[in-house]
T-cell receptor, first 110, second 114 residues
Framework: LAKTTQPISMDSYEGQEVNITCSHN???????ITWYQQFPSQGPRFIIQ???TKVTNEVASLFIPADRKSSTLSLPRVSLSDTAVYYC???????????FGSGTQLTVLP | DAGVIQSPRHEVTEMGQEVTLRCKPI?????LFWYRQTMMRGLELLIY????????DSGMPEDRFSAKMPNASFSTLKIQPSEPRDSAVYFC????????????FGSGTQLSVL
């Protein structure tokens, strides 16, 4: 499984766009990039997944450059309820198990 | 679907007692995972099952921990005897065998061993 590196914490204000970047220099050809969100006292929740270029859903956007050695999760116009830990994971579609890193604690301030 | 269901939500017990955590995966999911989360170690994978068969239990900390999946809709994680260092949040997660690792987690069991 490719190792990922992401900031330990980030602060933002309500209404701002937040970008969390994850480095995965040794990503393999078959690997996908997936982001999870975890609120206090809850299990992680799938946010978005991508392989290359850009993916967008109702919650976030995921930007992946051509070399795929990093990815950026973009949260538009965050609110206080977006305060959570965000995990970046890299694994192949055939991987049976997921290993979670330390994640990024995002704190949205009023 | 109700999602992954775990019980109990909270468990407080004394050192040396047996603890059993329960999980009902999402119907149709053929992979089930048990994770443990602590501040110090983050989310750790303990064991996972495929079609009710344990595939990898290398994350189980020691012989005091055991897990079973008697059928596709039920799994247990047992700790006997429990110790204070076992205090953590235990999550169960499930997914289908297809797709790219989209895991569905339960709400977890907060275990406190006194």
């Amino acid at each position: 499984l490719a190792k990922t590196t992401q900031p330990i914490s980030m602060d933002s204000y309500e209404g701002q766009e937040v970008n969390i970047t994850c480095s995965h220099n040794n990503i393999a050809t078959n690997d996908y990039i997936t982001w999870y969100q975890q609120f206090p006292s809850q299990g992680p929740r799938f946010i978005i997944q991508g392989y290359k270029t850009k993916v967008t859903n109702e919650v976030a956007s995921l930007f992946i450059p051509a070399d795929r050695k990093s990815s950026t999760l973009s949260l538009p116009r965050v609110s206080l309820s977006d305060t959570a830990v965000y995990y970046c994971l890299v694994a192949s579609g055939s991987a049976r198990q997921l290993t979670f890193g330390s994640g990024t604690q995002l704190t949205v301030l009023p | 679907d109700a999602g992954v269901i775990q019980s109990p939500r909270h468990e407080v017990t004394e050192m040396g007692q047996e603890v059993t955590l329960r999980c009902k995966p999402i119907s149709g999911h053929d992979y089930l995972f048990w994770y443990r989360q602590t501040m110090m170690r983050g989310l750790e994978l303990l064991i996972y099952f495929n079609n009710n068969v344990p595939i990898d239990d290398s994350g189980m900390p020691e012989d005091r921990f055991s897990a079973k999946m008697p059928n596709a809709s039920f799994s247990t994680l047992k700790i006997q005897p429990s110790e204070p260092r076992d205090s953590a949040v235990y999550f169960c997660a499930s997914r289908t065998g297809t797709g790219h690792e989209k895991l569905f987690f339960g709400s977890g069991t907060q275990l406190s061993v006194l």
